[in-house]
């Protein structure tokens, strides 16, 4: 059986960046806010995710270092320990 959710009240913005995301996705704005949802409430989605694929999602595609990524370098002598 499936229920009615209605939100009242949402931000402008936020409705806009919904609706921008459901066409890039070809979807209707309640299938995507059904996906959201259901995404975001799964149990710790985060925990199956590689390092690579939670980059992708606070990185943009085409986002590129110059350069390259830099070597690994010792911390400071006086960098504070935490262990």
């Known amino acids: ?3 009615t959710l209605l939100v009242r009240d949402l931000e402008p913005e936020t409705k806009t960046a919904l609706q921008a995301q459901a066409a890039r996705n070809g979807r209707s704005m309640s299938a ?11 149990e710790n989605p ?9 980059a992708r999602r606070f990185f943009p595609s085409d986002l590129r270092v110059e350069g390259g990524i830099p070597e ?3 911390p400071p002598a006086n960098a504070p320990d935490f262990d």
């Not at 985060?46 to 939670?54: G, I, K, Q, R, S």
């Open 1 to 3: 059986m499936s229920a």
């Open 72 to 74: 690994f370098r010792e």
């Open 46 to 54: 985060a925990d199956n995710l590689t390092a690579a694929e939670h």
């Open 32 to 42: 995507e806010a059904r996906i959201i949802l259901r995404d975001a409430l799964r």
